[in-house]
């Protein structure tokens, strides 16, 4: 079992920078791809980044590459965000997933565990 828990949001003005953290306890095996994801008011939910745990390989939307950073802390089992740049599109909830399929996947439902998800609204 593994449990997530996100934190780092809040209300930040357009242009602005935040860093969210998602602390993973529990094993985070090898293969196993921890990913952010975003579910703005009446939206889906929808894939932000992703690093594969063991070669900290990223990905990215085309929309948030070159703004969002995606890293890992493999000692602090911890995966951070870095938001730089934010827009008021950016404003939803911000959740961090942890799949353990063999490949990325950009589909929430194919991640095993989710935290609870944290807030970042960005003002005009």
């Known amino acids: 079992q593994v449990q997530l828990a996100e934190s780092g949001g809040g209300l930040v003005q357009a242009g602005g920078s935040l860093r969210l953290s998602c602390v993973a306890s529990?094993?985070?095996?090898?293969?196993?791809?921890i990913s952010w994801f975003r579910q703005g008011p009446g939206k889906e939910r929808e894939f932000v980044a992703a690093i594969n745990w063991r070669r900290a390989k990223t990905w990215y939307t085309d929309s948030e590459k070159g703004r969002f950073t995606i890293s890992r802390d493999a000692a602090e089992n911890t995966v951070y965000l870095r938001m730089s740049n934010l827009k008021v599109e950016d404003t939803a909830v911000y959740y961090c997933a942890l799949s353990k399929s063999a490949y990325i996947d950009y589909r929430p439902t194919s991640y095993n565990y989710w935290g609870q998800g944290t807030q970042v609204t960005v003002s005009s």
């Open positions: 529990g094993t985070i095996y090898a293969n196993d791809f």
